[in-house]
């Protein structure tokens, strides 16, 4: 039995289907996100260079980790979780270094993002600019860096973005990510 907890990516042909087919009970389905998947063949340099510089995420930065992780769930409304839960989960991703912060050159952190290796890929997630701080080039500059250092270490850089959100998008296609597929998230 699906509740409202459940949430599945898929394409559009497939997401059609349980939709239609779900229409015939009480527990309807529907799209809750539209998504876009992305790699990243051939890395480009952003042509404006933001203030600030890349930091992995460290012991010390773990209060602001579980905030922007709660930032992120809260305005994408995926997953949401509590403030516990976010910091179990900040303490694993300092521990695998696999989070980084944007500090800006006033060295307040402005932008986070994780990254995280399986096979050949290197999956880039959970960006996110304090909502202050955008339109700066931040996150451009942050899935940059992260991605080249995917990319130094022999990954394919991808991501999945919010198909609905026209500047994320533009920010990676400016860096080289390039569009490969159309997915939605049903519940």
């Known amino acids: 039995m699906l509740t409202n907890s459940h949430a599945f990516n898929m ?7 349980f939709i239609s087919r779900s229409s015939e009970s009480a527990a309807a389905l529907f799209i809750k996100t ?3 998947a ?23 930065d773990m209060d602001e980790l579980v905030e922007f992780i709660d930032f992120f769930h809260k305005e994408t409304g995926i997953d949401q979780d509590s ?6 989960k900040a303490e694993e991703a300092v521990r695998s270094g696999s989070y980084f912060i944007w500090r800006n050159k006033e060295s307040k952190s402005v932008a986070v993002c994780s990254i995280r290796p399986k096979g050949d890929l290197a ?11 955008r339109r700066r080039h931040y996150a451009e500059n942050l899935v940059y860096q992260v991605s080249k ?23 990676y296609e400016k860096i080289g990510y ?8 049903i519940g």
């Open 123 to 133: 999956s880039v997630g959970l960006v996110y600019t304090r909502e202050e701080y």
């Open 38 to 60: 992305y790699d990243c063949p051939d890395l480009k340099e952003p042509h404006i260079r933001a203030d600030g510089e890349l930091h992995r995420c460290a012991p010390k």
């Open 34 to 36: 539209n998504m876009f």
């Open 178 to 185: 390039v569009l490969r597929g159309k997915l939605c998230t």
């Open 149 to 171: 250092m995917a990319k130094d270490a022999g990954y394919m850089p991808m991501l999945y973005t919010d198909a609905d959100y026209a500047a994320s998008n533009a920010c």
């Open 83 to 88: 403030l516990e839960a976010y910091r179990r």
């Open 11 to 17: 394409k559009y042909d497939l997401a059609d289907y």
